[in-house]
């Protein structure tokens, strides 16, 4: 069977278990793609949206900002798909050079060292809760202004309290609520709002050309 077929089926059977109501159509492609990446329905009530942050998250892209992610899974997920488009550089703060630092994990340390040089970047945390961590407390500090952030590491301790103060700033955030989430998750989230964004720029550029 054709892997296109395969899609279409596996999208149909979605839209027909979702309901695209409870959601706008821009949330509703993004809710879909994590389901169908994940397999797993239950995304459907656990994806949280900030107020405004699907046309920011398009604003930030389309302008080419910095994104930072946690691990190099996610960087392997998105890089394929904004090279087909906005072309935004990618950094993962797990392959960041750093001093050593015995306290953190390198995903924490590494994600502090880009946020100082890119304090209005696009931030994805996938996997790593201690990058969270560090995410949040730069933001709680006033350090880090991001653009957008993604955030959808699972954990049974801190990491729904983590997620919560996240969507509780004042920032552009998707956050994925209680315990669950990892990096595919996190792809799926971008991969879409990039494909959101592209289809948005290309009807602007068509409508002033």
């Known amino acids: 069977m054709d892997l296109h077929l395969i899609d279409a089926k596996s999208l149909a059977l979605i839209d027909q278990e979702i309901d695209s109501d409870f959601w706008s159509p821009a949330e509703y492609e993004i809710v879909r793609r994590v389901v169908y990446a994940t397999a797993d329905f239950e995304y459907q009530h656990l994806l949280r949206f900030s107020e405004r942050v699907l046309p920011a ?11 930072i992610v946690d691990v190099p899974m996610v960087q392997v997920g998105v890089v394929s798909r904004l090279q087909q488009t906005f072309a935004n550089p990618v950094y ?14 390198q995903a924490a340390w590494g994600l502090e060292t880009l946020a100082s040089r890119y304090p209005e970047g696009i931030f994805i945390i996938g996997d790593s809760l201690p990058a969270l961590h ?7 500090q006033q350090r880090l202004r991001p653009a957008l952030v ?23 955030n998707i956050t994925v609520t209680g315990r669950k989430g990892n990096a595919v998750v996190a792809v799926a989230i ?11 720029y290309e009807q602007s550029a068509q409508a002033v050309g």
């Not at 560090?134 to 709680?140: A, D, F, R, Y």
């Not at 049974?156 to 700033?169: D, R, T």
């Not at 879409?192 to 964004?197: E, F, Q, R």
């Open 150 to 172: 993604i955030a959808t590491p699972s954990g049974f301790i801190g990491a729904e309290e983590a997620k919560k103060q996240l969507y509780q700033a004042n920032i552009p």
């Open 92 to 105: 993962c703060s797990t392959q960041t050079i750093t001093r050593p630092q015995k306290n953190k994990p």
């Open 57 to 67: 998250g398009a604003a930030a892209l389309a302008s080419r900002t910095t994104i």
């Open 190 to 200: 971008l991969n879409g709002l990039v494909d959101l964004a592209w289809q948005a």
């Open 134 to 140: 560090s995410l949040v407390e730069l933001v709680q």
